[in-house]
């Protein structure tokens, strides 16, 4: 069931998640498309996520953008494609790399005293090799150690990565074409922004088969949404996944389409990459526990990374 519409309101619009957007000509959504996609999504009662690019809008797209409830990305929550913060934030998005994720460990462990968030974006997930797990749980383990410290002083800094999986009962993952769908500058709907910039940069079709161009849309506000297959976008149709619980893995279906070319079944360094934060929030969770602070359910121990590797015991 869809909550929520992500609007680009620019071709270059900041990119928050895995895909970089690789589109440097500015395009901004037309007023009335503008005003056609709050329609939609006050008729869908949908909360709207405003994607901004790095200029300064006109002063009547900002008027009607206050026309409804909304959380601005790239505005509100600032997003970073460098260890550094500018100021304190509520929340703040870091994308980073593998490599710049286990190498600044510690200037992102110390992000987590200027923010109440920090969500941690990993732009190259696909180029994760198994010879980096030990480095990776180091680094991980640096974070847990700062969450732990500041916990102890009652700052409840939080990160996406560690402190997600032990709040979660169930599986939250990005929801791309199942709970949030993506409106373009162009007024097309995208399952995620990352099939706009492929569409963009004419990058082949692998989701709809039956059309032959780098056609990505899956509807418009004209027509409404036509997503082929949405069975085939949500968690019961997902046989891993839906028995996982890395609660908090993202489950992106852009990696997923890329790196196995199947919506719903995620690579395996997607499962990795989950399992061992999964691993590491477990670990922190001891350690609040042992100081005599809430920690949430517990989570049990496994012996595996990836859950295609031990599918018999499911």
Not at 172 to 182: E, K
Not at 252 to 273: E, G
Request: charged share 25%; with cysteine; aromatic share 8%.
């Amino acid at each position: 069931m869809l909550q929520y519409l992500v609007i680009l309101l620019d071709d270059t619009s900041v990119a928050y998640c895995h895909a970089e957007n690789p589109l440097k000509e500015r395009y901004l959504i037309s007023l009335n498309t503008l005003k056609k996609a709050i329609l939609f999504g006050m008729k869908e009662n949908l909360m709207i996520q405003y994607v901004y690019p790095e200029y300064d809008l006109p002063k009547e797209y900002s008027e009607l953008i206050e026309s409804i409830d909304h959380i601005k990305i790239g505005h509100d929550i600032k997003v970073y494609n460098d260890v550094t913060l500018s100021s304190t934030a509520g929340t703040a998005i870091l994308r980073t790399t593998v490599a710049d994720f286990i190498s600044k460990q510690y200037d992102i462990a110390a992000m987590l005293s200027q923010v109440t968030r920090l969500i941690i974006c990993l732009k190259d997930a696909e180029l994760f090799q198994d010879e980096q797990i030990e480095q990776y749980k180091k680094a991980l383990s640096t974070l847990s150690a700062m969450v732990l410290n500041l916990r102890k002083s009652d700052y409840q800094s939080e990160v996406n990565i560690l402190t997600d999986r032990l709040t979660l009962k169930e599986m939250h993952n990005c929801g791309a074409g199942d709970s949030n769908i993506t409106l373009a500058p162009n007024g097309k709907f995208y399952l995620c922004p990352a099939f706009y910039y492929d569409e963009k940069m004419g990058i082949s079709n692998r989701l709809n088969h039956h059309k032959p161009s780098s056609e990505r849309s899956v509807g418009d506000l004209e027509t409404g949404l036509q997503i082929p297959n949405p069975q085939l976008l949500k968690l019961d149709h997902a046989p891993l996944c839906r028995i996982c619980d890395a609660y908090h893995c993202n489950r992106c279906i852009w990696l997923n389409q890329k790196l196995t070319w199947d919506n719903n079944t995620p690579s395996h360094q997607q499962c990795v990459l989950a399992h061992l934060e999964r691993n590491a929030a477990r670990t922190l969770q001891q350690q609040l526990r042992a100081v005599g602070l809430n920690a949430g359910e517990e989570i049990k121990e496994i012996d595996y990374l990836d859950p295609f590797d031990v599918r018999e015991k499911f």
